[in-house]
C-alpha cells in the first residue's frame, strides 16, 4: 500500500511562493511519474505540472513553478512563485502504481490580492 503524504501550503499574499511537497512510502515512488493537480472551489480539478522523465507545466503555471524530484527522501516538490489570486484551490499530488492511482490527501494554498 503506497501512501501520499503532503505537507506545505498555506496563506500567502499575490506575488509571494509557495512549496508544496509529497512524500511517499516506497522508492518506486521515485521511478514512477508523479503529478500534481488543484481543484478550485466549484471549479474542476485540473493537471499542474508533471515529474517523470522529463516536466511539464499547465500553461497557467508555466514559468512560475518548478516541479522536483527529492530520490533521497521520496519526496515531489512544487515550488510555486509569483503566485496569482487565480491560484487558490486545494493541489494533490497523484502517481499511478501498476495500475492503481494513489492521491495525496490534499493541501490549500490561500492567495490574498
Known amino acids: 500500500q503506497v501512501q501520499l503524504v503532503q505537507s506545505g501550503g498555506g496563506l500567502v499574499q499575490a506575488g509571494g511562493s509557495l512549496r508544496l511537497s509529497c512524500a511517499a512510502s516506497g522508492s518506486i515512488f521515485n521511478i514512477n511519474a508523479v503529478t500534481w493537480h488543484r481543484q478550485a472551489p466549484g471549479k474542476q480539478r485540473e493537471w499542474v505540472a508533471k515529474?517523470?522523465?522529463?516536466?511539464s507545466y499547465a500553461d497557467s503555471v508555466k514559468g512560475r513553478a518548478t516541479i522536483s524530484r527529492d530520490v533521497a527522501k521520496n519526496t515531489v516538490h512544487l515550488q510555486m512563485n509569483s503566485l496569482k489570486p487565480e491560484d487558490t484551490a486545494v493541489y494533490y499530488c497523484?502517481?499511478?502504481?501498476?495500475?492503481?492511482?494513489?492521491w495525496g490527501q490534499g493541501t490549500q494554498v490561500t492567495v490574498s490580492s
Open positions: 497523484y502517481t499511478n502504481i501498476y495500475g492503481t492511482g494513489y
Open positions: 515529474v517523470g522523465g522529463s516536466t
